[in-house]
């Protein structure tokens, strides 16, 4: 082995080391540390024992309105819409923002795949462009470009002259809980007469400027799955400021039912896809925490951001004028061969950490679909790492 070999290892030692004697001692166990577990701390089991005790299961129940009404406070929304997970909610955005089957939705390539997946659940195509590396999320240098290149702008649309496609939508994420540039982006959405739906999935309270990540589109969607910032089992929110999309939402996920006291008429080939009360509670007690919950999540980060200072590796921070609600704390280690022997060791620690998701373009399913020049997220999906971040 060389010196500089022998020198790179050692730091990859040292530095799986240096994380791990962290990570237990933050969780004070010895036991297996998971990446991102629920807490429970509140009145969930109340709330629970009260749907039960009412028999107010289903998706009629109090705890739906209220959930949502508390969403639509905390994020400054007008109106939001209680859905059974991030996905269908996303899938119904895209609908309600006037996606059609045939469409195309712009989105980035480094994400979850459930943001490609509600594009193609719409009926649409997902073209991939690339990230920012300093926030993760889409970069409205890379999607403007894009758009001048590729599409142009007619009187009926914005289209792709290559596949002769609408570009209807663009679907940027907030990875991890760090804002995009979202102000850039729904400015070039506007010009290029695109609607902009954004996920929001991964960043409840996260914030550019005063006004909450989600709400700088026509519509952004919440996720509450087991391992997001707060939980609901599962659930998702729409929310938007336009009361039209949003009542044509909650129609939607409502099997388009025609108000009536007693007929069945349906106007739509809608979903059911509305969130019942038992999850509704849960939410509502979830919110309860969650300021606690990010006060902890900016304590934890600060903690990885002082280590990461004293290791010299990259800790993705919050970019000026923004704020982050640091759900998953991640770090950029310096290669695919540093990425992979820190992961083994972690893991086999006993200290759950994960790389970043596979790029859309690249897994099977969407190699058909058009990207363009992912060099950030490319670098990106290689080097960058998640660290325990519950918040107990
Ligand atoms: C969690 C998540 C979703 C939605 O997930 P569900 O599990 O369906 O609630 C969508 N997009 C991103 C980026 C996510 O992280």
Redesign the pocket.
Known sequence: MNETLRAMTTTTEQLTRAVIEHVRGLYATEDFIPLHRPVFGGEEKAMLAECIDTSFVSSVGKRVDEFEARMAEFTGARHAVAVV????A?QVALRVAGVEPGDEVITQAL??V??ANSIAHAGASPVFVDVDRETLGMSPDALEAFLESEAERRDDGCFNRGTGKRIAACMP?HTFGHPCRIEEIARICADWGIELVE?A??SLGSYRGERHTGTFGHLGVF???GN?IITTG???MIVTDDEALARHAKHLTTTAKVPHAYEFVHDEIAYNFRMPNLNAALGCAQMEQLPGFLAAKREIAEGYRRLCEELGIVFISEQAGTRASYWLNAIVLDSRDARDAFLKATNDAGVMTRPIWRLMSELELYTDCQSEGLTISKWLEERVVCLPSSVA
């Open positions: 997970n991030g996905t269908c996303l994400t979850f459930a943001t994420m996920d999935a991964e996720s509450f799955n997001k599962g659930g998702g």
